[in-house]
């Protein structure tokens, strides 16, 4: 009951004892659960302020970091790279059509290189690069690989690796890509063979199984059967299939 029904029965009645102790009580009871509602709600309050203010704190401190990375360039190598003292022809693309150098560079697994040019910052993605074998002028023209070199590129894993380990200890990044672009580029070539052999293989089958089916049909008498048709003349065939195909993705014949 509310206080105001309380007071209206009270105001209105002349009420036994026992039922001013009920509406008693059940004032007791009803300013209870109205005070348990209240705390909660107070606290429900309490929680989702703390919980806004941690989040602003959250997100002013990450607009710090933001802003710290935009402020500021790379002043130290950025984690695996070192500064560019090796790769001079290795530019970076800019505004305008124009080009900066590298300043910090990262050689990756496959012998390609990463770098970021000195305006660059931790919001910056670095620029990927292939670079190749610096070639070595004298008066004598270069000779060819020798054949041991041309077996061990071609040659087992173990063979290859401890080569190739020999090649990363000049330290010449662009010589050790190019070992690494012959020994992948290798590996491509036999994919291809081994497809051409199975392509070559199934042409073949394919012949042999028309030359089959030909003589099944020689033996069939199949030109015995239809040779009322053998004085017609033959019909072109006049369907859009038969005339052109069409070019994949561009809607016209060719």
């Known amino acids: 009951m509310s206080p105001w029904s309380v007071r209206s029965a009270i105001a209105s009645h002349d009420l036994p004892a026992d039922t001013y102790r009920s509406i008693i009580n059940g004032l007791v009871v009803t ?23 941690n989040d602003r704190e959250e997100t002013i401190e990450f607009l710090e ?15 695996g ?51 190749y074998a610096s ?14 070199i041309h077996e061990t590129l071609q040659g087992s894993t173990p ?3 401890s080569f190739l380990d020999a090649v990363k200890a000049t330290n010449d990044w662009g010589l050790e890509a190019n070992v690494m672009q012959f020994r992948t580029l ?8 081994a497809q051409l052999d199975r ?11 028309q030359d089959q089916c030909r003589g099944r049909l020689e033996c069939a008498r199949l030109a015995e059967q239809i040779s009322h048709l053998a004085g017609e003349p033959q019909r072109m065939p006049t369907s859009n299939r038969a005339r052109g195909g069409w070019k994949e993705r561009r809607g016209c014949r060719f």
């Open 31 to 53: 300013s209870k659960a109205r005070t348990h509602r209240f705390h909660q709600d107070l606290a429900t309050q309490e929680a989702d302020h703390k919980k806004k203010l």
């Open 65 to 79: 970091a933001r802003l710290t990375g935009y402020i500021d360039t790379f002043s130290q190598p950025p984690e």
């Open 81 to 131: 790279y070192i500064e560019n003292g090796r790769l001079t022809t290795f530019t970076i693309p800019c505004r305008g059509g124009l080009s900066n150098p590298a300043k910090w560079v990262k050689k990756l697994d496959d012998g390609r290189v990463v770098g970021y040019t000195a305006e660059d910052g931790p919001h910056d993605l670095p620029h990927v690069c292939e670079i």
């Open 135 to 148: 070639p070595k002028y004298t008066a004598d023209p270069a000779e060819p690989l020798p054949h041991w």
């Open 159 to 161: 063979a290859y690796a």
């Open 186 to 193: 290798d590996e491509r070539i036999l994919a291809y063979k």
């Open 199 to 209: 392509t070559h293989g199934e042409l073949k089958s394919t012949i042999i199984a």
